[in-house]
DNA sequence: AACTTAACTTAACACTGTTAAGTAACGGAG
DNA sequence: CTCCGTTACTTAACAGTGTTAAGTTAAGTT
């Protein structure tokens, strides 16, 4: 918060007239992050063939998490209420959820899904977890010199190849 | 510190005199903790078949995670050197990513894998990640109401499913 | 008996987020 | 034009961190 208002060039109580604590800004913070994240996904959304968005919105996805790390921290990798948000759940252009859900709906309703998966769901959340992990640890990890990381473009390939061959037919 | 100090009924000086500081003394928890998750797949070693024993893994990381999250986060969801660790790198029974990979490496052995996937640390990385996702992404929002959260349970199974029929053969 | 070392303690420092109390500037209402 | 209340701040301080400098006490060792 000092930091902030040196920044700012402000005493580092004039935040606390706009925001109520630490938390409240960085909720503000995430929010519109998770905004602008989500309306880079519009260009996504054009792709016609619903398997090809999905794997863009996976690399999408990706790659925003490897370029804001910080970010991507604060928004998916510590615990933060999000009950006090401006986004429209289940608007698809500022809600990447509900982005992907809606993939996976259309991917569902023609069929594409294995047969035992009905779940919408149960399905864009295992897929989102998929992606979460990669991104996820490679933010935590990618220092630690205990495991021999494949290149992060490898493992992205690999996991979007993953997820597709797991959860659609053959 | 303090409250450690308050706890082992000292002052909390006196722990900087066995610990370098709060980071070193968070680092051997992260020690000990990894040998004694290791040592839980044990029991799971010897489990013949190297698809149940996969499954059975990644059932027990699940576990391990939601049962003990503060140990996990600190573990996984943080970057902390690992450097001055004292787990032999490479023995299954300490080291779980071993353990991981050497599963991997007799199902890729008998040929259970795709064509493609020929790179042991590579597929055990993309394995770790899924169920890293899982776990991690439980343990930070599983308070969050913006999503219609399925049971954990059936998100665990659904991964592991997953993770089986993208990576190995029909 | 003197010296060294290990295992502490007290007191303080620098750094957090946060708040209580005070102060200018502005914009109507009487 | 003055009074008054609101808005947007400031300074000073508080309580909580992790951490360290300096001093103390007990146990060996020579």
Not at 69 to 93: C, Q, V, W
Request: net charge negative.
């Amino acid at each position: 918060m000092r930091r902030i208002a040196d920044r700012i060039e402000y005493s580092p109580t004039a935040i606390y007239f706009h925001f109520r604590d630490k938390e409240a800004l960085l909720a503000e913070l995430c929010d519109s992050d998770f905004r602008a994240f989500a309306h880079g996904f519009t260009l996504i959304a054009q792709i016609p063939d619903p398997v090809e968005r999905l794997r863009a919105a996976g690399r999408a996805y990706a790659e925003f998490g490897l370029t804001n790390p910080s970010h991507y921290r604060l928004m998916f990798m510590t615990p933060k209420a999000t009950d006090a948000t401006t986004i429209t759940k289940g608007n698809p252009e500022e809600d990447a959820y509900a982005f992907l859900k809606g993939i996976v709906a259309e991917l569902m309703a023609t069929g594409r899904f294995r047969e035992e998966l009905t779940d919408t769901d149960l399905a864009a959340q295992v897929i989102w977890s998929g992606m979460h992990g990669l991104v996820s640890l490679e933010i935590a990890k990618c220092k630690d010199e205990w495991v021999e990381w494949r290149p992060i473009e490898e493992r992205t390939a690999t996991m979007i190849d993953m997820i597709l061959r797991g959860l659609l037919k053959d």
